[in-house]
């Protein structure tokens, strides 16, 4: 068997940080307390060290298929223009809450093109979103998306509130 080659790639990636404002209060209490109720379905067994839903939220909630949507019309105005530009769609969605010692492990979503984040609740002292590959921490605030590579390696270290 062929030895497989490996290189590094030193690449420029984007990463994009939006407040959606279009989401009333209303619309940001539904999008926790749904994601609060449905509690820790994954049991710790992923990347996220946290409480979180199953893959596929977007799929069984109408306020969550609306934020894919939100998603993805940032996506196709940041994505490069093409004679042949892609389709862009949501593979899998999930929540998260994170509590007090609660993480998420370094990993990236390869091969996705994009991924993101979008912030329903912040307390103060909340965990930042970290790219360790490109020295980045960013501090995202209530109503926040944050879009980046598929490929971006991130993680969120230890929360220090409750």
Known sequence: MKQI????????????QRKLKSFTSDEMNELS?????IGDVQKHNTNVKASMSDWYLHMHNPLVKKLCDKAINIVETIHPTSFNPPKFYTRKCWGAVYGEGDFTAVHNHTPNVYSWCFYVCMPKGSSPLVFPE???TI??????????????????PPC???
Do not use: C, W
Request: net charge neutral; no cysteine; proline share 5%.
């Open 139 to 156: 501090q995202p605030n209530e109503k926040d998306i944050i879009i980046f590579s598929g490929l971006a390696r991130h993680s969120v």
């Open 160 to 162: 220090q509130v409750n």
């Open 134 to 136: 490109a020295d980045l």
């Open 5 to 16: 080659k490996k290189y590094e790639f030193r690449m420029m990636l984007p990463v994009v």
């Open 33 to 37: 307390e749904t994601i609060l109720n």
